[in-house]
């Protein structure tokens, strides 16, 4: 069965340093991924996606994911936080022959130090 | 291009009492998802439509919810009766063809 892991709940880090959130995966086929983003009271919006190609995924927002087959494991990155990027970040799993069904992870919530 | 509209935003009811919740999608999406969010989790597949059929309904309470996508558009879900564990934030979603997923603000339901 599909499954997303966040294993962080909740990180703080300060602006302008540099962030990791960590997601892992489990599924036997081929993978859809995917990284949201929610400000509070805000539904979730596409901040990237994997579907096949090249393992680095650019995103809005400066984000970038990585894709690693071997490590189930795509997590997200951004070289230089800014305070507006304080929300809570959802990694999710697709299936290549069933994209429109995905599950997420319990999610990261980030905070922002000044 | 607009996006996912919900309505209510905010629902405060009694327990035991009905609601109904409102989803438009974006315009040309024949997939609808219904989702529900409990705070501190990740959002959960309550109804999945293609058009106004049910794709997967699996993991809807069907003893107390109930979906309808009439005419492959608008979509409402509707608790009868509410619990206190209902309380959550309910996210419609739509996409094209089966890919991205794009979420409507959600509403938030209080159950009190």
């Known amino acids: 069965a599909q499954s997303v892991t966040q294993p962080d709940i909740h990180i703080t880090v300060s602006e302008g340093a540099s962030l990791e959130l960590r997601c892992n995966y489990s599924y036997g086929a081929t993978p859809y991924l995917f990284w949201y983003v929610q400000s509070p009271g805000q539904g979730l919006q596409l901040l990237l996606k994997y579907f096949s190609g090249d393992t680095l995924v650019q995103g809005i927002k400066g984000f970038e994911a990585e894709f690693k087959r071997s490590q189930s494991s795509f997590n997200l990155r951004k070289p230089s936080v800014h305070w507006s990027d304080a929300a809570e970040y959802f990694c999710a799993v697709g299936s290549y022959s069933s994209a429109s069904k995905i599950i997420f992870g319990s999610g990261t919530r980030l905070s922002i130090r000044p | 291009e607009a996006g996912v509209a919900q309505s209510p935003r905010y629902k405060i009811i009694e327990k035991r009492q009905s609601v109904a919740f409102w989803c438009n999608p974006i315009?040309?999406?024949?997939?609808l998802y219904w989702y529900q969010q409990i705070l501190g989790q990740g959002p959960k597949l309550l109804i999945q439509f293609q058009n106004n059929g049910v794709v997967d309904d699996s993991q809807l309470p069907k003893d107390r919810f109930s979906a309808e996508r009439l005419k492959g558009v608008d979509s409402t879900l509707k608790i009868q009766p509410a619990k206190l564990e209902d309380s959550a934030v309910y996210l419609c979603?739509?996409?094209?063809?089966?890919?991205?997923?794009?979420f409507g603000p959600g509403t938030r339901l209080t159950v009190t």
């Open positions: 979603a739509s996409s094209s063809a089966g890919t991205v997923q794009y």
């Open positions: 315009s040309g999406h024949a997939t």
